[in-house]
């Protein structure tokens, strides 16, 4: 089956600044790739994907990259803010028939210094 | 639009009992899949209902099972609960019908379970 790992565990930015955050995943059928943003005592909100055949999309602050040849993809923020402060998970899965689910990164918890 | 709901958000059990697990999706949604999330697994797939039909199924044991009703709501239920089922369960739902966002997939809040 698929294995997502992720990196890094924690990460903590200044504010106003950069994040970046890895995943990479074993499975070559996977397509589609999405990130998810937990928040304490909510369930994880879906922030950005992509797919397979595109290799960069971007929504405002925040960016996803694909290199589909190394099997990663990341999670790219600019400008950070407080707001931003949360644990991020990165995910894979296979689109249409026999897909088995999302399989999760373990997740990256982002602190946004002031 | 509302968002997914999960039913109840608390819950306390005890080792042996059993504990069923509602989960209503976004309006229109036909596909509801189950997780489960513990600080050491992390987020882990148990199963997705679509149709009212199981059409995949995550590495869980037996005692996991769902199902689906007409209106896409879905429950969940873990039966001879073990002190490693507490967790925070989680549902989410996607269209499944078509389209390049059919396979989003919009989380609720989950149910914390905690068994003792």
């Known amino acids: 089956g698929e294995n997502v790992e992720q990196h890094p565990s924690t990460l903590s930015v200044q504010e106003g600044d950069s994040a970046v955050i890895k995943c990479t995943y074993s499975d070559s059928a996977s397509n589609y790739f999405p990130w998810y943003k937990q928040e304490l005592g909510k369930g994880p909100q879906l922030i950005i994907d992509i797919r397979s055949n595109v290799g960069e999309k971007k929504d405002q602050r925040i960016a996803v990259t694909l290199n589909k040849t190394a099997k990663h993809f990341s999670l790219h923020i600019t400008e950070t803010q407080p707001e931003d402060s949360a644990v991020y998970f990165c995910a894979a899965s296979r689109e249409g028939g026999g897909a088995d689910g999302l399989t999760f990164g373990k997740g990256t918890h982002q602190i946004i210094q002031p | 639009k509302a968002g997914v709901t999960q039913t109840p958000r608390y819950l306390i059990k005890t080792r042996g009992q059993q504990v069923t697990l509602s989960c209503s999706p976004i309006?229109?949604?036909?596909?509801v899949s189950w997780y489960q999330q513990t600080p050491g697994q992390g987020l882990q797939f148990l199963f997705e209902y679509f149709s009212e039909t199981q059409r995949n199924k995550g590495n869980f044991p037996g005692r996991f099972s769902g199902r689906q009703f007409s209106n896409s709501r879905s429950e969940m239920n873990v039966s001879t609960l073990e002190l490693g089922d507490s967790a925070l369960y989680l549902c989410a739902s996607s269209t499944r019908t078509g389209g390049p966002r059919a396979y989003e997939q919009y989380f609720g809040p989950g149910t914390r379970l905690t068994v003792t």
């Open positions: 309006s229109g949604h036909r596909s």
